[in-house]
Each structure stands twice: as structure tokens, then as C-alpha cells.
């Protein structure tokens, strides 16, 4: 089989990232250069600040990727690069980098969908895995419910009506005392809680697959602020194991659902909440319940990086996508929607 080397790049949010990817499931390099502790004492992400980080890191990460790979610009067949969703200043970063070099070398560039390239993820931790599956993308900034069809065609099931799962635990964690990034630290701090101590509202929406986090997110501030006015103790291990019992649940129970009514049998997880212990663990004993097959990519994986982002190129590669040096930035890409 011919080898097809893919460069990818991904820089949507606050990871410059670059990768070398070999036929879509072979990682030769995997380099991220991470900002959180530079965004923690801000509370979250200041794009003005990652913009400026990512045009420090750029080519540092890109030169690196190709050294652990062995590799010069002479070998790769192509350039992938995430060109949206995600904060305006920090994809263009990207993209100018990956439409420079596509133009000096002449390599055909190709622009990628950031959430595509998360689904894109279990292909690289899961070789095996073939299209037609269902996915569950829950990330800061998306909670959808994607039916992957074929490597290049998704179908959205369900989606968030307000907050997105990990944007909820985000403000959650700001409300009990918890630095950014918030997510993994509810995870760690819910193993020493009572998962059963506060019955929070879970928002089921009875009408189809959609997803609503508003409501348990304003219910557990109020919990909190009520309990500070009247002066109770709080127990940040049970809020947070109870508001991750909750989100868990909802998520699951809307997952399996889905998949039953469709008669699908492979279930993958994708985006930073992937990597949360309680959905895994709540997942999987679904999945093993029900009879399905469940993928989730690696803790790495689960995070931006731009391996996923050259998985997801390579098959967009291989049907022919192409983009030219119109490419430019979309902050508000939907899946399965084309700018180029």
C-alpha cells in the first residue's frame, strides 16, 4: 500500500500543535505545545493572548514534527490544517502557516474540520474502526450526536440547545472554587464525593437527541449561593461528583437511545470530555449492557492535537479535497460543511 505522509496542523484554540501522519492511522509525530498555565490565572481562554502564543510556537511545532518524524517538507504529500471551528485569530495562525508552506513547496493543501478531526481521533487509537458508528462529541464548546456514515460524511443526530457539557463544568468549577482548566479537576474531585448526595435537575428533552446543560449548571450555582447565605457547609467533592453523575447520565442515557432507534451497534467517544473517567466508565457499562462496542480515543487524543487533525485529512485527501490560497478562517464551521 502507498504510503500517503499527511502534515497537519491545529491551532483553534490554545494548543499549537503539529503532527505527521502516515495512510490516516499511523502517527510518525504528535508535538503540542500547551498554554493552560499560561490562560489558568485568567480563568479561561484569552484569544488575544493564544493568538500570540500560537504565532511564537508555530514554527517550532512544525519543525519538530517533521524531525521526530524523519521527515522534510520533500516527503509530504499534504497539508492539513484546521480551518474552523474555533477563535478567529488563533485558526489563522494555522492556516496562513499551512497555506505558506503548501505554496513554497507546492504540496496540495487541505482544510479540515476541527470536531471532524476529533472523530477522526479513534480511528488512529482504534485501527479497526470502520464507518458507519455513532458518536458522541462533547468538548467546551460542542455536545453533538453524530452519525458517521462514511469517513466523510456525518449526520448531526442531537446537539446542545444552550451550554455545551464542558462548558457547564467549567462555570461549575469556577462556582466551587476550582482553577481552569475546570473539567479534569470535577473528574478528580468527584472520586471523593457521594455521586447520590444532590439530586440536580437532569433537562432529558423529551422531543428527539438535543442536549440542555443550562438548567443543572444554574442549578447547582444556586445551590451553591443558597447555601452561602444561609451560612451551611458546602461539600465540593458531592457537588461534583453529583453534577458529573448528572451530566454522565444524561449524556448516556441519550447516546444509547439514539443508537437503539437507529440499530447501531459501535459507539465512539471524541472531544476533551472524552477523556473524563465517569462518562467512560458510565458509557462503557451502558455499551456492555446493551450489547454494543464502545471506542474512545487516549487521554492525548481526547485533547486538540494535530494527529487527529491529520487523520481526518488524509481521507478528505483521498477523495479528491483540495483547497487553495482562498483558505481562510471559519470560527463557526458546522460538521459536515464545506467553506473551500
Do not use: W
Amino acid at each position: 500500500m502507498k504510503e500517503t505522509k499527511i502534515l497537519a496542523i491545529e491551532t483553534s484554540c490554545d494548543e499549537t500543535a503539529a503532527a505527521v501522519v502516515v495512510n490516516g492511522r499511523d502517527v510518525r509525530s504528535n508535538i503540542i505545545a500547551t498554554q493552560i498555565d499560561l490562560h489558568t490565572k485568567y480563568g479561561g481562554v484569552v484569544p488575544e493572548i493564544a493568538s500570540r502564543m500560537h504565532v511564537e510556537k508555530i514554527n517550532y511545532v512544525i519543525n519538530e514534527a517533521l524531525e521526530k518524524a524523519e521527515m522534510t517538507l520533500d516527503d509530504i504529500d499534504a497539508i492539513g490544517v484546521t480551518y474552523g471551528p474555533g477563535l478567529v485569530g488563533a485558526l489563522l495562525v494555522g492556516v496562513v502557516a499551512a497555506k505558506a508552506l503548501a505554496f513554497t513547496k507546492n504540496i496540495p493543501l487541505v482544510g479540515v474540520h476541527h470536531i471532524e478531526g476529533h472523530i477522526a481521533a479513534n480511528y488512529i487509537q482504534h485501527p479497526e474502526l470502520e464507518p458507519p458508528f455513532l458518536c458522541l462529541v462533547v468538548s467546551g464548546g460542542h455536545t453533538h450526536l453524530v452519525k458517521v456514515k462514511d469517513y466523510n460524511e456525518y449526520e448531526i443526530m442531537g446537539k446542545t440547545r444552550d451550554d455545551a457539557a464542558g462548558e457547564a463544568y467549567d462555570k461549575v468549577a469556577r462556582a466551587i472554587g476550582l482553577a481552569y482548566p475546570g473539567g479534569p479537576k470535577i473528574d478528580a474531585l468527584s472520586k471523593e464525593g457521594n455521586k447520590e448526595a444532590i439530586k440536580f435537575p437532569k433537562a432529558m428533552i423529551s422531543d428527539g437527541y438535543d442536549f440542555s446543560f443550562s438548567g443543572l449548571k444554574s442549578a447547582v450555582l444556586n445551590y451553591v449561593n443558597s447555601a452561602k447565605m444561609k451560612d451551611e457547609p458546602i461539600n465540593v467533592a458531592d457537588i461534583a461528583a453529583s453534577f458529573q453523575h448528572t451530566v454522565v447520565e444524561v449524556l448516556v442515557t441519550k447516546t444509547m437511545a439514539l443508537a437503539k432507534a437507529e440499530g447501531i451497534t459501535k459507539i465512539a467517544l471524541a472531544g476533551g470530555v472524552a477523556a473524563n473517567s465517569g462518562l467512560c466508565e458510565g458509557m462503557s457499562e451502558a455499551c456492555k449492557k446493551h450489547g454494543f462496542t464502545l471506542y474512545h480515543p487516549s487521554k492525548i487524543l481526547c485533547t486538540d492535537n494535530a494527529a487527529m487533525i491529520g487523520s481526518a485529512a488524509y481521507y478528505e485527501y483521498l477523495r479528491g479535497s483540495r483547497a487553495d490560497m482562498t483558505l481562510n478562517a471559519v470560527p463557526n464551521l458546522a460538521i459536515g460543511q464545506k467553506a473551500y
